[in-house]
């Protein structure tokens, strides 16, 4: 964090993201990154509200340049600054008892960024939330890919609970709605029980490529796990990282741990990945961290440095 960043949290009272500076006003930069302070469509566990300002604070002190994954001179080229002519636009102004206003809060101002050309991170907030974003990006840049990790396939028919938009429904709610191509759709980590296989039906149905943890990690289905992440970047991507995706052991503060999640090397491994589609991702999230339940704070530094290779 540079000291002109120290100076402006010192003068304002506000940490943002980094060390970025603070610009309210969209205008044409690299990217934004933006808090989406709501968890109106978390089903258990609410609080994701609060990890906006959990996940700034746990940036505090930070540098901007990720370790190179190799330290031998001449093996890994010395990377720029991650977020480089980035900065952070605050929190989009939702509503926290009510989700139909508050994802038209998060289209409005994702949409007024992108009108610039500018990339996006949303740090939440439920994973509700992303629909928002994509409905935003989608408009300026046709259907997507998506790179999703999650302990969950989001793809629930949510009449059970009488919404048919929740944390649990987004991307069934995202396809149906065409802002997805479902052959470019990758979704890793999946190992959530389920109430019944109409989830995974309609997702297998729609084309969308989906990976366990188990599946990750065996080396017979290494080239396939290549194959379909390079597909997700063929377009305009966005990648979208649910915290629950972790093992719990990593990162206990989020609405529905499940054990049995990735390591975080691990998770780094797929984010990397994006690094040979060719065009960087149009837009990005770190969703569900509720910082005031147990492991808070532990979880917020895990997903800062997951935001921090988000952004390299």
Same mark, same amino acid.
């Given at each position: 964090?540079?000291?002109?960043?120290?100076?402006?949290?010192? !003068?304002? /009272?506000?940490?943002?993201?980094? /060390?970025?500076?603070?610009?309210?006003?969209?205008?044409? &930069?690299?990217? &934004?990154?933006?808090? +989406?302070?709501?968890?109106?469509?978390?089903?258990? =566990?609410?609080? +994701? !509200?609060?990890?906006?300002?959990?996940?700034?604070?746990?940036?505090?002190?930070?540098?901007?340049?990720?370790?190179?994954?190799?330290? =031998?001179?001449?093996?890994?080229?010395?990377?720029?600054?991650?977020?480089?002519?980035? &900065?952070?636009?605050?929190?989009?102004?939702?509503?926290?008892?009510?989700? *139909?206003?508050?994802?038209?809060?998060?289209?409005?101002? &994702?949409?007024?960024?992108?009108?610039?050309?500018?990339?996006?991170? %949303?740090? #939440?907030?439920?994973?509700? %939330?992303?629909?928002?974003?994509?409905?935003?990006?989608? !408009?300026?840049?046709?259907?997507?890919?998506?790179?999703?990790?999650?302990?969950?396939?989001?793809?629930?028919?949510?009449?059970?609970?009488?919404?048919?938009?929740?944390?649990?429904?987004?991307?069934?709610?995202?396809?149906?709605?065409?802002?997805?191509?479902?052959? !470019?759709?990758?979704?890793?980590?999946?190992?959530?029980?389920?109430?019944?296989?109409?989830?995974?039906?309609?997702?297998?149905?729609?084309?969308? =490529?989906?990976?366990?943890?188990?599946?990750?990690?065996?080396?017979?289905?290494?080239?396939?796990?290549?194959?379909?992440? +390079?597909?997700?970047?063929?377009?305009?991507?966005?990648?979208?990282?649910?915290?629950?995706?972790?093992?719990?052991?990593?990162?206990?503060?989020?609405?529905?741990?499940?054990?049995?999640?990735?390591?975080? +090397?691990?998770?780094?491994?797929?984010?990397?990945?994006?690094?040979?589609?060719?065009?960087?991702?149009? *837009?990005?999230?770190?969703?569900?961290?509720?910082?005031?339940?147990?492991? #808070?704070?532990?979880?917020?530094?895990?997903?800062?440095?997951?935001?921090?290779?988000?952004?390299?």
């Amino acid at each position: 964090m540079s000291a002109d960043a120290i100076f402006q949290g010192l !003068r304002t /009272g506000l940490t943002p993201f980094l /060390g970025l500076p603070l610009t309210l006003e969209p205008r044409a &930069v690299a990217g &934004v990154v933006l808090g +989406a302070p709501c968890d109106a469509g978390v089903l258990h =566990r609410p609080g +994701a !509200r609060l990890g906006p300002w959990a996940l700034r604070a746990a940036a505090m002190g930070l540098g901007t340049r990720p370790m190179p994954e190799r330290l =031998r001179e001449g093996r890994e080229p010395l990377a720029p600054a991650a977020a480089e002519g980035w &900065v952070d636009g605050g929190n989009i102004p939702t509503l926290p008892f009510s989700l *139909g206003e508050a994802l038209a809060a998060v289209q409005a101002t &994702v949409g007024d960024w992108v009108r610039f050309g500018c990339r996006t991170l %949303m740090l #939440g907030g439920d994973h509700a %939330m992303t629909l928002g974003a994509l409905r935003a990006l989608a !408009r300026q840049h046709g259907p997507l890919g998506l790179l999703h990790l999650d302990a969950h396939p989001d793809a629930a028919d949510g009449a059970a609970w009488g919404t048919e938009i929740h944390h649990g429904t987004w991307v069934r709610q995202a396809l149906l709605e065409g802002l997805l191509d479902p052959e !470019r759709v990758l979704q890793a980590g999946l190992r959530a029980p389920r109430f019944d296989d109409g989830e995974l039906a309609f997702l297998a149905a729609a084309g969308v =490529r989906m990976w366990s943890p188990a599946d990750l990690r065996d080396p017979l289905l290494s080239l396939q796990l290549k194959e379909d992440l +390079a597909r997700v970047g063929e377009g305009p991507a966005y990648v979208s990282v649910d915290l629950d995706a972790l093992d719990p052991v990593l990162a206990p503060a989020v609405a529905e741990p499940v054990p049995g999640g990735l390591a975080l +090397a691990e998770a780094l491994r797929l984010v990397h990945a994006a690094r040979a589609w060719p065009r960087p991702w149009v *837009g990005a999230d770190l969703m569900e961290l509720a910082p005031d339940l147990e492991g #808070g704070e532990a979880t917020a530094r895990v997903a800062a440095h997951l935001a921090l290779h988000l952004l390299a």
